[in-house]
């Protein structure tokens, strides 16, 4: 019985961090755009690899 004295209020803390840490991501706009990363995947403009030191293309031709 003497453990839930210390177990209830921690619990209660860390359920008060996560409440807070989930409404300053609401503040900050993180849900704001759901379907830009939805369509993002689906873009094609990033799909190239970077070149590599050595891998130019005037070493190729």
Sequence with gaps: MSGLV???PIALL???IG???FLWTLR???YDDIEGASERI??????EKPEQEGDSQEENK
């Design 19 to 21: 409440l807070a840490g």
């Design 6 to 8: 210390f177990l209830i």
């Design 42 to 47: 689906l873009d094609t403009r990033f799909d």
């Design 28 to 30: 900050s706009g993180q």
């Design 14 to 16: 860390l359920g008060a």
